[in-house]
């Protein structure tokens, strides 16, 4: 976790990823009380990332019932500054709307050929459902090229749009509440979408 940085909602510096957050099994495992994120160090531009995802089941990290809400954000500019949360685009981790485009921070594109309005979080929903039952793996991969970007779920386009207006930038692994673990994360550079 070199790479990477931890920033928490109670804390206004960057903190060692493992002062915060659960590293073990080759998994990311994100619970407790610190709201906040991973963010790499790096920003990239023109890229696939994949992973995979669960909600963690295990009793002793169970908050509560409310649906589980976690997200990956991409094309955070390197200036952005850190806060909950920053300027980007989100994959929304949600139960029953994982997939969605959220657009944080005035970013926006077309989705549908249609320009999403510019705000300061602004949710642009999946056109399709694919996500596993609650505790099991999901696969997520994110292609970003020139501002034409893909979401898919499990195999599954859930999500795309045009010409957004932040094209490359750092990727952050959110931790908004819900106990949630992440493994097999894979990055690599594309030349065409």
Same mark, same amino acid.
């Given at each position: 976790?070199? /790479? *990477?940085?931890?920033?928490?909602?109670? =804390?206004?510096?960057?903190?060692?990823? +493992? @002062?915060?957050?659960?590293? #073990?099994?080759?998994?990311?495992?994100?619970?407790?009380?610190? !709201?906040?994120?991973?963010?790499?160090? @790096? +920003?990239?531009?023109?890229?696939?990332?994949?992973?995979?995802?669960?909600?963690?089941?295990?009793?002793?990290?169970?908050?509560?019932? +409310?649906?589980?809400?976690?997200?990956?954000?991409?094309?955070?500019?390197?200036? #952005?500054?850190?806060?909950?949360?920053?300027?980007?685009? $989100?994959?929304? !981790?949600?139960? =029953?709307?994982?997939?969605?485009?959220?657009?944080?921070?005035?970013? %926006?594109?077309?989705?549908?050929? @249609? *320009?999403?309005?510019?705000?300061?979080?602004?949710?642009?929903?999946?056109? +399709?459902?694919?996500? =596993?039952?609650?505790?099991?793996?999901?696969?997520?991969?994110?292609?970003?090229?020139?501002?034409?970007?893909? $979401?898919?779920?499990?195999?599954?386009?859930?999500?795309?749009?045009?010409? #957004? %207006?932040?094209?490359?930038?750092?990727?952050?692994? =959110?931790?908004?509440?819900?106990? !949630? /673990?992440? @493994?097999?994360?894979?990055?690599?550079?594309? #030349?065409?979408?």
């Amino acid at each position: 976790m070199n /790479d *990477w940085y931890a920033f928490t909602k109670t =804390n206004t510096d960057r903190i060692e990823p +493992s @002062k915060v957050y659960e590293f #073990s099994d080759g998994m990311i495992r994100m619970h407790g009380d610190n !709201i906040g994120y991973l963010m790499t160090k @790096k +920003s990239y531009k023109n890229f696939e990332l994949s992973m995979e995802f669960r909600w963690n089941t295990e009793e002793k990290f169970h908050r509560d019932n +409310s649906k589980k809400n976690s997200g990956v954000m991409y094309n955070i500019p390197v200036d #952005s500054p850190d806060n909950i949360w920053p300027k980007g685009i $989100q994959f929304q !981790i949600k139960e =029953n709307t994982t997939g969605d485009f959220i657009f944080l921070d005035k970013v %926006t594109a077309k989705v549908n050929g @249609k *320009w999403v309005e510019a705000g300061a979080s602004v949710t642009s929903p999946k056109f +399709s459902a694919n996500e =596993n039952a609650y505790g099991e793996w999901n696969t997520i991969v994110i292609k970003s090229f020139n501002g034409k970007i893909t $979401q898919y779920l499990n195999g599954k386009l859930v999500n795309e749009c045009t010409e #957004s %207006t932040s094209v490359e930038g750092k990727i952050s692994l =959110n931790y908004e509440g819900s106990p !949630i /673990d992440f @493994k097999n994360i894979q990055l690599k550079n594309i #030349s065409k979408l």
